[in-house]
């Protein structure tokens, strides 16, 4: 049974940093697609970055090019999201997910599954 815990979250004033984790556990990192995602009140779902399978592939969405970036750590098994000159706009809670077998779309949630319980950004003076 895959399982991820998302970490990291806080209040950041606009224009700081904060860095996410995600542990997974029943599936390697290395060998699969996986993403961030987030949810905002009252919004739906949106992709923020995605790394493929083996060749780390990123993919990254629009409002975040040049201000986030997503690694992996395989020895860990941990997959991070470095978010930097954060705007209030990124508040929403974010959270970890596994492409489904066969179906990598990037930034789709509705091709990813396994979500975490998701961490809270607050951006915000």
């Known amino acids: 049974q895959v399982q991820f815990v998302e970490s990291g979250g806080g209040l950041v004033q606009p224009g700081g940093s904060l860095t996410l984790s995600c542990a997974a556990s029943g599936l390697t990192l290395s060998g699969s697609a996986v993403g961030w995602f987030r949810q905002a009140p009252g919004k739906q779902r949106e992709g923020v970055a995605c790394?493929?399978?083996?060749?780390?592939?990123?993919v990254y969405a629009d409002s975040v090019k040049g201000r986030f970036t997503i690694s992996r750590d395989n020895s860990q098994n941990t997959l991070y999201l470095q978010m930097n000159n954060l705007r209030p706009e990124d508040t929403a809670v974010y959270y970890c997910?596994?492409?489904?077998?066969?179906?990598?779309?990037?930034?789709?949630?509705?091709?990813?599954?396994?979500w975490g319980q998701g961490t809270q950004v607050t951006v915000s003076s």
């Open positions: 997910g596994s492409a489904l077998p066969g179906a990598y779309y990037p930034l789709d949630s509705s091709y990813f599954t396994s």
């Open positions: 790394i493929s399978s083996r060749a780390g592939t990123t």
